[in-house]
């Protein structure tokens, strides 16, 4: 589904999946969403507002600390939800062709090895890199974010108590999105009916619906950062994870 011609005010979350993008937003008014196979084709992402994205945006280049948003994210999530938030590659890592050769050089660039999780999605964290250099004012809109922060921050500071991928998680997070916007959680039913599971997990659903709630509530004024002034990386993208406090 193209976006279309949009107003001020539209918003979405994306996240990716196994069939590339899943995204979600309030769209003049009206909650959409659909599936892409690469983000470019999202194409009038610099006519949004807000979108927030569920994939790290700026990497460390250099041995010392990770990103402080990363390690402020765990301290309020705590455990087990810090568990969700991992430290990304380093820009070099991306080109490796194999897991093996990308933990060697994220190990001597940055001092450590790279998850197994971390490296299967280093092709979409590769992806976004390209877009946002390729189109550099797009990364004033196009903002990262976590999924698990911004449920945290849209229960009020209450981590989520069951993880994503159980029935009991689902429900936890559809209760407290249909709290907040009751018009969106049909979305959830609605691209898990039209996309194989192959393609399109439900919890990679519910992690862009929290996303696109969160720039909601963003854009009505309840916008907080981590850290409170971005880190740059050495290519001037901003290291800083957004949310929403209720």
């Not at 092709?123 to 877009?131: N, Y």
């Not at 921050?153 to 994503?164: F, T």
């Not at 039209?194 to 393609?199: E, I, V």
């Not at 720039?215 to 993208?237: I, K, M, N, W």
Request: glycine share 8%; proline share 6%.
């Amino acid at each position: 589904m193209s976006l279309g011609a949009l107003q001020s005010r539209s918003c979405i979350g994306i996240d990716g999946c196994r069939g590339g993008w899943v995204w979600c937003g309030n769209l003049d008014g009206r909650w959409q969403g659909g599936l892409v196979e690469r983000l470019a084709l999202l194409d009038r992402l610099d006519d949004l507002e807000l979108a927030l994205i569920d994939m790290p945006i700026g990497l460390v280049d250099a041995a010392g600390p990770e990103r402080h948003c990363d390690r402020a994210a765990r301290a309020l999530l705590g455990r087990p939800r810090a568990s969700s938030v991992f430290r990304p590659p380093c820009r070099a890592a991306m080109a490796a062709p194999d897991y093996s050769n990308a933990c060697a050089i994220n190990r001597s660039v940055t001092g450590v090895a790279l998850s197994m999780q971390t490296w299967n999605i280093t092709a979409k964290i590769r992806e976004l890199d390209a877009l946002l250099a390729s189109r550099h004012g797009l990364s004033r809109q196009l903002r990262e974010a976590h999924p698990e922060l911004c449920l945290w921050g849209l229960a009020g500071g209450r981590p989520m108590r069951h993880g994503k991928r159980t029935r009991p998680g689902r429900l936890e997070r559809l209760a407290l999105l249909r709290e907040i916007e009751p018009d969106c959680v049909w979305l959830v039913d609605a691209l898990a009916d039209t996309h194989p599971r192959r393609r399109l997990a439900v919890d990679d659903i519910i992690d862009a619906l929290v996303l696109a709630v969160t720039a909601s509530e963003v854009l009505r004024g309840g916008a907080q950062y981590l850290p409170s002034e971005p880190e740059l990386d050495p290519t001037g993208l901003p290291m800083q994870l957004v949310f929403a406090r209720r």
